[in-house]
């Protein structure tokens, strides 16, 4: 099972669980007395468990929630307003809500969200595209919502919208795609309601909070590891700017909760979490390390209760820990567990350690290590990777990697630049015309393990941006390794925009309409470094039907390219599933899924299984 951390309102602890038995994790709500009631749950909406739970939202007091759904892993959340204490749906639903923020005002009579404009008012492929920021009030038609932001500026934004607690403050946050920067805007709605420009066109990631008349600055500017800044509400400009936190060296910033008295600070550590205690006015740490929780691991949140308390509550997971939710006492530093993952879990012994290699420019690149206890042997061993879009490979309990390793394999999880495993800097080192250090890191990765004795046989794995890791991996040395398994990839690198969401992917990758950016594209695109007379290593490209961010067609034309050019034996095969798209999916599903990936690996790499 899993549990997730809570949100409070008013006394009431609204938080995700999923049981042994259950397909997908259900919505509660835990009433001050302690009884638990379920909200939303998936199965019931759809028993064939093709409906998730994209995200939700309980209004200041707790008595409403806001909820996406979405159906056949498509991810086209529908948005409804659920009455907290009837479960009747008062609001909505809405289309075209997909990865829409929800922002309440006190007294739940209208919230703030982000909706897509009709397809018949955009140009034509564009129907992703063209978001705005509205004002609704509950129960009237969403035909009416008032537009808030969002006219003129560029059709690729994502909007961020947020309400301070005390309902004064609107902070509104726009970026262009997925690009690591952020224009944020601010407007006193005890004043005249005017968004007004805190950063614009800087090239920075920068998020506000309006707490007890403070400003709270969480940004990247001039930090590319993160900092904690603080100012007041009426002199929100960079020049008032004054450091709580201040950048770490070899720490990234990676969120924060405030409390009465104190400020709880997490960070990570070549990809490992960290949790501290500091002084809410000075910044300056009363607790570091905090006790009897933390070890190699990576932690969500931290979350408090903005009704007060000395409590702070986090998610907890590591390589040999399913996860849980803790609570932590911001007054002593106490630790004390406040839900456990349910169901009973025999975790296997595993050795994991964290190794520093270098790849081939002399960048130093972390990486974990997962064996059987015991001296370094030769053994089966898949590669992960990601390596890319800031996104981290912390330490995370997998039950596949722990049935690995419990089979007798190694695991391997790079942390390849691209990711945010050192910051801002880290990323960019991987990203637009840089991203042949992602695919060099990770051929140093392989080269290390095998030259370190803890590889006989080498798979390597990945999915999405990972995908596209793995089909330049094998493409650019398919002497290098044994076996490939390459999930919703990215691979035709020239035509990526023109599908999914890829148009909005631009600042990561570049874009083909650039003829110097075409060329770093063409440089390491998958499909188009296809050879002919070559014997690649048995590959496994694995496609959902339903995926809706990057289309199956990237995978089902580089397959067809491979089988025909290859000169070896090993079968290069495609695995198509309907119903399911590149998000969540039942348990059943994931299973199912696991074991087609997996037993193709052991197959490959001589993994004997009992």
């Known amino acids: 099972g899993s549990v997730g951390a809570p949100a409070w309102r008013k006394g009431r602890a609204f938080f995700t669980r999923r049981l042994p038995d259950q397909e997908h994790a259900v919505l509660l709500v835990r009433?001050?007395?302690g009884t638990e009631r379920v909200l939303v749950d998936p199965m019931e909406v759809d028993p064939e468990g093709t409906t998730t739970l994209d995200a939700w939202q309980p209004s200041k007091e707790g008595t409403l929630l806001a909820y996406q759904l979405s159906s056949g892993g498509t991810e086209e959340s529908l948005l409804r307003v659920m009455d907290v204490a009837t479960g009747e749906v008062v609001d909505g639903p809405v289309d075209r809500t997909r990865y829409s923020p929800v922002a309440w005002?006190?007294?739940?009579?209208?919230?703030?969200?982000?909706?897509?404009?009709?397809?018949?008012?955009?140009?034509?492929?564009?129907?992703?595209?063209?978001?705005?920021?509205?004002?609704?009030?509950?129960?009237t038609s969403h035909d009416d919502d008032v537009e808030v932001h969002g006219t003129g500026l560029d059709k690729t934004n994502y909007y961020g919208v947020s309400v301070s607690m005390d309902g004064r403050w609107l902070v509104v946050s726009a970026s262009a795609g997925t690009a690591p920067r952020d224009d944020v805007w601010l407007a006193d709605l005890d004043g005249d309601a005017t968004l007004r420009p805190v950063q614009v066109g800087v090239d920075a990631q920068t998020s506000l909070h309006v707490r007890d008349g403070l400003l709270y600055v969480a940004t990247d500017r001039d930090a590319p590891r993160g900092r904690l800044c603080v100012t007041t509400p009426d002199k929100p400009g960079y020049e008032h700017w004054r450091d709580l936190v201040p950048e770490d060296p070899e720490a990234v910033f990676d969120g924060y909760a405030l409390i009465e008295d104190a400020l709880v600070v997490a960070h990570t550590r070549h990809a490992t979490s960290e949790l501290a205690i500091h002084d809410r006015e000075t910044g300056e740490v009363r607790t570091a390390g905090v006790t009897g929780a933390l070890g190699v691991g990576a932690l969500s949140g931290p979350v408090a209760d903005p009704d007060g308390g000395d409590e702070v509550w986090f998610g907890w997971t590591g390589f040999t820990r399913p996860p849980v939710v803790h609570a932590l006492d911001t007054r002593t530093g106490e630790v004390t567990l406040w839900a456990d993952s349910p169901g009973a879990v025999d975790v296997p012994e595993v050795e994991a350690r964290q190794v520093f290699y270098t790849s081939y420019?002399?960048?130093?690149?972390?990486?974990?290590?997962?064996?059987?206890?015991g001296d370094v042997a030769p053994r089966p061993t898949i590669l992960y990777g990601y390596g890319g879009f800031n996104v981290p490979m912390t330490p995370g309990y997998s039950a596949g990697i722990a049935a690995w390793v419990e089979a007798g394999g190694t695991y391997a999880v790079a942390c390849l630049r691209g990711g945010s495993e050192e910051g801002e800097e880290w990323h960019r080192a991987g990203m637009r015309g840089s991203k042949q250090n992602v695919f060099d890191d990770f051929h140093a990765a392989a080269e290390w393990l095998r030259a370190n004795g803890f590889a006989s046989r080498l798979g390597i794995s990945g999915g999405s941006n990972g995908g596209l890791l793995v089909g330049a991996a094998v493409t650019q040395r398919p002497d290098l390794y044994d076996a490939v398994v390459c999930s919703a990839p990215l691979l035709d690198m020239v035509r990526y925009e023109r599908f999914g969401l890829g148009t909005t992917w631009a600042d990561e990758y570049g874009t083909a309409s650039d003829p110097t950016e075409l060329s770093w594209l063409l440089g390491y695109s998958p499909y188009h470094h296809v050879r002919e007379d070559t014997a690649y290593p048995a590959t496994l490209f694995t496609v959902f039907d339903s995926d809706t961010r990057v289309d199956p067609l990237h995978a089902r034309k580089t397959c067809a390219a491979m089988q025909y050019?290859?000169?070896?034996?090993?079968?290069?095969?495609?695995?198509?599933?309907?119903?399911?798209?590149?998000?969540?999916?039942?348990?059943?599903?994931?299973?199912?899924?696991?074991v087609d990936t997996m037993s193709f690996l052991a197959a490959h790499l001589g993994l004997e299984l009992s």
């Open 31 to 33: 009433e001050p007395d």
């Open 105 to 139: 005002l006190p007294g739940g009579g209208s919230y703030y969200y982000v909706r897509r404009l009709a397809p018949a008012d955009v140009p034509p492929g564009e129907e992703q595209l063209h978001r705005r920021v509205y004002l609704h009030s509950v129960g």
């Open 361 to 373: 420019d002399g960048t130093v690149v972390p990486m974990f290590v997962l064996t059987p206890p």
């Open 565 to 594: 050019a290859t000169t070896g034996d090993a079968p290069v095969l495609i695995r198509r599933e309907k119903d399911v798209g590149h998000g969540a999916r039942s348990v059943t599903r994931s299973v199912e899924l696991s």
